[in-house]
Structures are given as structure tokens and as C-alpha cells.
């Protein structure tokens, strides 16, 4: 996970992830999740954490929009908690997984997969859309856009205004 690596540092912070957990003492933990759900309810869990997913934080919904997308493709699934999320963003959308999935009535010229890094999802997503008659342009996932880590940076800031905007894990 290179992007993970790569976007932690441009932040100053650390990392860690659910599966290799180990709880350091007197470290900030935030789950960085792009909706709730199950997965991110865990994670929170283990945490110790009440910073909400992506789609909470202030102004996602605006960093998302100034991508300029016609089209936003998140995971999806069937969890209520999730589509909620997605949806309370105002933005057009369509999932990888349920519905609106992504078709042909969904194509556009530019293209946002809301995901944080390149790797399965991503490139699930690349293979619909591609599959679909998609010929549009696919941004890049959002630890490698240029300006998703000031917005992370002062969003997270904003969400810990005890920490100073200096967490020391992710």
C-alpha cells in the first residue's frame, strides 16, 4: 500500500491497519472509512474512536464536487448505514456493488471512484465502467489526488480541536 505510505507521510502521521492492529498507548487512532457500515463500526470499535467516516466530515461533499466529476462511484453494498452516507453527499452516484450500479445511462465524461487508494476496488471499478461502454476519464483515488491531503488535513483538524490537527495515527 504505497498510496497509504505516501499519504502518511505528506501528513506527518502514522498508520495502521485493522488487520495488523496493535493499540500503541497514548495514540490517536482515526478509522478512515469513505462511509459507515459494519467495516467501519468495527474499526471505530477498536479504535476507541468517534471521528465518523469521510462522508461526514465537513465539507466532503464540496472537496468531491470541486473534483468536477459528472459521475461519483462508490463501493456500495446492501448496508443501510453506507447508502445513507452516500446519498446525504447530494452528489450523482451509482455503486460498484447495488444499485443505481454502474451502466451505460451513467456514463460521463469525467469520472470520480470514491476510494481511498488503487487496488481491488479501484480497479473493479476501471473494469465496469470500462465494461460498460464508459469512455470517459477516471480520476485518480483520493490519497492520490493534490489537494485531497490539505482538505484531509484541515477536516481532521477541524474534527480534533484539542489535537491541533496533529494526529499521530491513522
Not at 461502454?133 to 484541515?154: D, I, K, N, T, W
Request: glycine share 14%; proline share 8%; aromatic share 14%.
Amino acid at each position: 500500500m504505497e498510496s497509504v505510505k505516501a499519504f502518511a507521510e505528506k501528513l506527518g502521521v502514522g498508520y495502521a491497519f485493522v488487520r495488523n492492529f496493535a493499540r500503541t498507548p497514548g495514540a490517536l487512532y482515526v478509522p478512515v472509512f469513505i462511509a459507515g457500515g459494519g467495516d467501519y463500526r468495527a474499526a471505530a470499535a477498536l479504535a476507541g474512536s468517534s471521528i465518523p467516516p469521510l462522508a461526514r466530515w465537513p465539507e466532503f461533499d464540496d472537496y468531491l464536487r470541486s473534483l468536477g466529476a459528472g459521475m461519483y462511484i462508490f463501493h456500495g453494498g446492501e448496508d443501510e448505514e453506507y447508502i445513507s452516507d452516500v446519498e446525504s453527499l447530494g452528489l450523482p452516484y451509482v455503486f460498484l456493488e447495488g444499485e443505481p450500479s454502474i451502466g451505460p445511462p451513467y456514463c460521463r465524461d469525467v469520472a470520480a471512484p470514491v476510494v481511498l487508494t488503487r487496488g481491488i476496488i479501484y480497479d473493479r471499478i476501471e473494469y465496469a465502467w470500462r465494461g460498460a461502454g464508459c469512455r470517459g476519464e477516471l480520476l485518480p483515488p483520493l490519497f492520490e489526488q493534490e489537494g485531497f491531503a490539505a482538505y484531509f488535513s484541515r477536516a481532521l483538524g477541524r474534527l480534533l480541536p484539542g489535537a491541533g490537527g496533529d494526529a499521530q495515527q491513522l
